[in-house]
């Protein structure tokens, strides 16, 4: 399909406490000393409605049926689509999404079981067919991503057995390898720095991004 908006559509993926979210503030805050215009959201949660929806799904006192997890996932995916992330590309923004459509064939998918084309199917009917232009895979091993996260509080999917972490992070290495056009991987183990350079680096390459690459990481 096409690309049919003025904006960029980037994402980044990787396991838990692989930095994305860190990453994403460290390059926002760069972005916006260039005067680049962007958009930094999430998934799930980048809508009013959606931070509901992610209250639900992270909670570990309540248990969700695999099936119910899915389809709260691909929820909130339609209303994100719909209220920021196809508006922001029709002002055209650059749009950094933490987390999106593969998430849900790691997790649901690789991890959980539930069927890849059914997954498919719902990720289509949620973003109506919206693919990024650029994925990015920060990459780094279950046990030393877990091991990031804050001791005792971590949310229901963090609460996972290790077995299910290596489901996702295999899952992750098998789509980048598949795809290479629209993948990029980057090692999330190396200091914040380098992984910053790198992230920069990679949208430099591939997006007429004025003087985002190159500079010292402040
Ligand atoms: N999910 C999501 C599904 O199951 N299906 C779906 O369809 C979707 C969309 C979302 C959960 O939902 C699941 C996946 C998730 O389990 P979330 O809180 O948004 O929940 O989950 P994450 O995106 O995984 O958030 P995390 O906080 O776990 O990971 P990040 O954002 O990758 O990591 P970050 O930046 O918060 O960093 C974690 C810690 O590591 C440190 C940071 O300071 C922080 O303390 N850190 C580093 N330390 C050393 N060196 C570095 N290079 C570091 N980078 C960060």
């Known amino acids: ?25 460290l390059l926002s805050k760069h972005l916006d000393v260039l005067g680049i215009a ?3 959201t999430r998934d799930p949660g980048g809508t009013a409605l959606g931070r509901q929806i992610r209250r639900i799904l992270l909670n570990p006192e309540t248990p969700v049926c695999p099936m119910t997890e899915l ?20 002002r055209g923004a ?30 289509r009917i ?11 895979l920060f990459d780094i091993a279950s046990e030393a991503g877990l091991a990031r996260l804050h001791p005792g509080g ?4 963090e609460r996972e057995a290790i077995e299910f972490h290596h489901k996702v992070r295999a899952g992750y290495l098998e789509m980048a390898a598949r795809e ?26 591939r997006f007429q991004l004025a003087g985002l690459a190159g500079k010292p990481v402040t």
Request: hydrophobic share 40%; glycine share 8%; proline share 4%.
């Open 1 to 25: 399909m096409a690309w049919e908006y003025p904006g960029i559509f980037v994402t980044l993926e990787g396991p838990e406490g692989a930095g994305k979210t860190t990453q994403l503030k």
């Open 38 to 40: 962007h958009v930094v």
């Open 71 to 90: 389809l709260l996932y691909e929820a909130d995916r339609a209303q994100h689509i719909e209220q920021v992330i196809v508006p922001a590309l029709k």
């Open 94 to 123: 650059l749009v950094l999404c933490d987390r999106y459509v593969d998430s849900t064939l790691a997790y649901q998918g690789y991890a959980r079981g539930l069927d890849f084309e059914l997954i498919g199917q719902l990720n």
């Open 126 to 136: 949620a973003t109506g067919g919206l693919m990024p232009q650029l994925t990015i």
């Open 154 to 157: 971590h949310d229901r999917l």
């Open 180 to 205: 290479p056009g629209r993948w990029q991987v980057i090692d999330a183990t190396r200091a914040l720095t380098v992984v910053q350079d790198d992230l920069r680096r990679l949208l430099s390459e």
